[in-house]
């Protein structure tokens, strides 16, 4: 399930043509149903040892955070520069920009209202009544998906423009950062408050409550969170993950992790946080304590070549966790210095693009940024050389050029053989950064 500029895929792209499993989509609306027989379309995506730390309150400060460079300076030109090994910003605002109300403001109502939606269905039934011959029909379908597409990219713009309107009119409740001590007194107690599985993917989601409700956890992009707990035989297991909430969400965090034998558990996310997981699911009960503390700070760049125009992510089963969080923090205008993004995303279960599929979707329609969304299903330990689309993976990731990043993120193998590929493509090794599991 792929979206190039010329490949055959299930998902979304932004060129001159866009070719979908069952459906061939291009700017100018037509829409072929001809690409029936793909994999993707045969697999249908629903969107629907460390010593134990006790759980103590010690005084409370606030925690002394780096500031870090910008990566995205406002430059009029790519430059370059003596090699830096600095933490990533790439969320941080260059300059301060105003919202348009405009006509807006009425207009959106009418447009997202029911009766809006109401007169258009009525309005296509009744030209599909019209229709009578299987010639018309098959034009009519064709028109129908087009027109499908556009309504989604236009709604998707108006949400857009309607929370840009109401972030202005609506005074945001800014969270109070959790505190965290050090050494033995640095870690802080959570609840776990419910687990639920993603869709029919292999991966649950693991919602904890924080002490206050008015609390939100003092995490910068692409950092992740350490958690700590005993399992029923008081042995200590920690893991640490990227959330997959809002890093602002009040009161609350959750993070996605697989389920399934141990070693498949091992190879997508590590020993250490597989251990964790499986305390996890089968020893912690809902309203069981679990210990955090804000981990490590893992999204850096080491290149010489700045600001940051194009970025290019590569993800793989829970990796695309924290793509996703950076991809919303990129992506909106007048936000950073990119201007470009575009995700390659690959698992061996149609079924596990449920993890994000949906977010990232809603992301793509609502913002021209995010060029592309390419969905594979293959074997992650392949060699990029050796899956079964390469040519189209040869177009999606293009030629390096200055002001290009690339964000490998996903199993400890499938990030070795996408770094492997694009040192081989030319990549400096320095523009390339490895999110780990």
Known sequence: IVVTRKATAF???????????????????????????????????????????????????????KHHACLLAAVPSIATR????????????????????????????????DAFKTA????VFALLISLRSKASISVFMSLLSTLGTYYSLAK??????????????????????????????????????????????????????????????????????????????????????????PRSALGSFSIVVPRGAREDVEFAIGTENSNFVRVLENDLKIGDEVALLPGDQTLQYRGEFMPVTDILYIGSGAGIVPIVDQVKS????????????????????????????????????KYHKLRTISCYVNNVKDKFTDYHKYDEIRE??????????????????????????????GYPEECVCVLPS
């Open 396 to 425: 999606i990731i293009t030629d390096f050029s200055p002001g290009k990043m690339v964000v490998v993120s996903g199993p400890a193998i499938f990030s070795k053989n996408a770094v492997s590929y694009l040192l081989q493509r």
């Open 11 to 65: 998902g979304f792209g932004r060129s001159s043509s866009f070719r979908g499993v069952g459906c061939h989509f291009s700017q100018r609306g037509n829409c072929n149903p001809s690409i029936g027989n793909n994999l993707a379309s045969q697999r249908k995506i629903n969107e629907n040892a460390m010593s134990w730390t006790p759980l103590s309150v010690a005084s409370k400060f606030q925690q002394k955070r």
């Open 330 to 365: 990129v992506i909106p205008s007048g936000i950073s210095s990119v201007k470009s993004v575009s995700i390659m995303w690959v698992n061996e279960d149609a079924n596990d693009f449920q993890v994000a599929f949906r977010e990232l979707k809603n992301e793509y329609y």
């Open 156 to 245: 998707g713009r108006v949400i857009r423009v309607y929370n840009k309107i109401k972030s202005f009119a609506v005074k945001s409740t800014k969270g109070i950062p959790m505190t965290f001590g050090n050494g033995e007194d640095a870690w802080r107690a959570c609840i776990l408050s419910s687990k639920e599985s993603v869709g029919n993917s292999k991966y649950v989601r693991y919602t904890f409550g924080l002490p206050n409700k008015s609390n939100i956890l003092p995490l910068s992009l692409g950092q992740k969170l350490s958690l700590c707990c005993l399992d029923d035989d008081e042995n200590v297991a920690k893991g640490g993950f990227y959330l997959a909430s």
């Open 120 to 123: 258009i269905i009525a309005f």
């Open 82 to 113: 003596t090699p830096a090994n600095i933490a990533v910003a790439i969320d941080q605002p260059l300059l301060p920009t105003n919202g348009r109300t405009a006509i807006w403001t009425s207009l959106l109502p009418i447009i997202l209202s």
